[in-house]
Structures are given as C-alpha cells and as structure tokens.
C-alpha cells in the first residue's frame, strides 16, 4: 500500500500561482500512474490531471489545459502540480491519487488505488 501526503495548498489572489507537491512512500515508485483531483464544497470530486510513467503521457481536464503542468521526480518519489493563472473555480480540496498497475484509464476517481488526505486551495477574486 503505497501512503500519499499532499502540500503546497493555501491562499492565493486569482491570476496567481501554487505549486502542489505529494510525497510518496510505502511502496517502490516505479510506473504506476498518479493523477491529481479536486473537490469543491457542494460538487463531487472532479479530475484534474495524471501523468503515466509507462508513456510518459500526460492528460489534463478542459478546465486547467494551458494553466496546470503535472510533473514527476522519480528520485524524490513526488509528484507536482504546478498552477498558474489560478481563477476563485479552481477553490477545492486537491487529492492526489496512485493507481496500483496502469489501467489505461487516468480520468475517473475509481481508476485509483490510493488517494491522499486533500490540500485545501483558496483563490480570491
């Protein structure tokens, strides 16, 4: 079982930027996908972005292309989530989330094994 600890969450005027940061340990990092998701008060958990090691690919929700960059450190076992050009709809708790083996499907919260205990994002306007 592989343990997820977000940081880097906090308050940020709107066209600002933070970067997410989940550390990883428990379990070897090698090629399992990890993707980041959000949760707005009210709304269901919604993806945000993953990155598959095996293809080094990259997929992103509608909302955050052009502004969010997911990244990986494999020798600092972390992933990131860097955020520019934040807007008050990005508010949410962000979750990272590892999958256990590559399912080919990034997009979902039940394509994933593990999940973090959430960072909260504030954007003001």
């Known amino acids: 079982q592989v343990q997820l600890v977000e940081s880097g969450g906090g308050l940020v005027q709107a066209g600002g930027s933070l970067r997410l940061s989940c550390a990883t340990s428990?379990?070897?990092?090698?090629?399992?996908?990890m993707g980041w998701f959000r949760q707005a008060p009210g709304k269901e958990r919604e993806f945000v972005s993953a990155?598959?090691?095996?293809?080094?690919?990259?997929y992103y929700a509608d909302s955050v292309k052009g502004r969010f960059t997911i990244s990986r450190a494999s020798a600092e076992n972390t992933v990131y989530l860097q955020m520019n050009s934040l807007k008050p709809e990005d508010t949410a708790v962000y979750y990272c989330?590892?999958?256990?083996?590559?399912?080919?499907?990034?997009?979902?919260?039940?394509?994933?094994?593990?999940w973090g205990q959430g960072t909260q994002v504030t954007v003001s306007s």
């Open positions: 989330a590892a999958q256990r083996v590559d399912s080919g499907s990034y997009y979902y919260t039940y394509d994933y094994d593990s």
């Open positions: 428990g379990r070897t990092f090698s090629t399992y996908p």
């Open positions: 990155i598959s090691w095996s293809n080094g690919r990259t």
